[in-house]
Antibody, heavy 121, light 112 residues
Framework: EVQLMESGGGLVQPGGSLRLSCAAS????????MGWVRQAPGKGLEWISF????????KYADSVKGRFTISRDNARNSLYLQMNSLRGDDTAVYYC??????????????WGQGTLVTVSS | DIVMTQSPDSLAVSLGERATIDCKSS????????????LAWYQRKPGQPPKLLIY???TRESGVPDRFSGSGSGTDFTLTISSLQADDVAVYYC?????????FGGGTKVEI
């Protein structure tokens, strides 16, 4: 059974940093691209980042480019999102998701339960 | 970025009746190289993460009931629930993956 478990969310002050992790199990992690999607309170879904299976291809939404860094450790079956210079509009539930493709972002066939990030003073 | 516009924002359907959700993209998501529409549909129930229902505009994900179907091409797409069940109460999203960044529609809330 495919499982994705996010961790690392919490309350952080504006301008602060946070690192999210996603532990994957139930599939061959190194065969799939992975992504992060967020949902702010009362808003829709926003794709924010993708990393290919080899990390050769990395993509970001303009809203997080230069502030967030996606990475993965295939030996540990883990996906990460380093978030710096956090702002109030980064407040959201962050989902880790498996991409159906390995090289470019496509549709997301499995999602974690999400972790809440709150940016507030 | 490709803008995805869903309609309606919400709809109420009686049990056993048909529900239809439309999704329009600001540019075509039909790739000429493979004649595939880069369009997916997701279901989001309260307290749960999104669940993939449909990809390539009309291919049902494994395990998804056949009352869910996707249609359309180019810029206009439809998700149809042929006979609404109580378990189908959720918010539905379309997503294009034709170009980066992938973008989602605003969501359609389906109620009984």
């Amino acid at each position: 059974e495919v499982q994705l478990m996010e961790s690392g969310g919490g309350l952080v002050q504006p301008g602060g940093s946070l690192r999210l992790s996603c532990a994957a199990s139930g599939f061959t992690f190194s065969n799939f691209g992975m992504g992060w999607v967020r949902q702010a309170p009362g808003k829709g879904l926003e794709w924010i980042s993708f990393v290919s299976r080899s990390m050769r291809t990395i993509k970001y939404a303009d809203s997080v480019k230069g502030r967030f860094t996606i990475s993965r450790d295939n030996a540990r079956n883990s996906l990460y999102l380093q978030m710096n210079s956090l702002r109030g509009d980064d407040t959201a539930v962050y989902y880790c998701a498996r991409d159906a493709e390995w090289e470019l972002p496509h549709y997301l066939d499995y999602w974690g339960q999400g972790t809440l990030v709150t940016v507030s003073s | 970025d490709i803008v995805m516009t869903q309609s309606p924002d919400s709809l109420a359907v009686s049990l056993g009746e048909r529900a239809t959700i439309d999704c329009k993209s600001s540019q075509s998501v039909l790739h000429s190289s493979n004649n595939k529409n880069y369009l997916a549909w997701y279901q989001r129930k309260p307290g749960q993460p999104p669940k993939l229902l449909i990809y390539w505009a009309s291919t049902r994900e494994s395990g998804v009931p056949d009352r869910f179907s996707g249609s359309g091409s180019g810029t206009d797409f439809t998700l149809t629930i042929s006979s609404l069940q109580a378990d189908d109460v959720a918010v539905y999203y379309c997503q294009q993956y034709y170009s980066v960044p992938p973008t989602f529609g605003g969501g359609t809330k389906v109620e009984i």
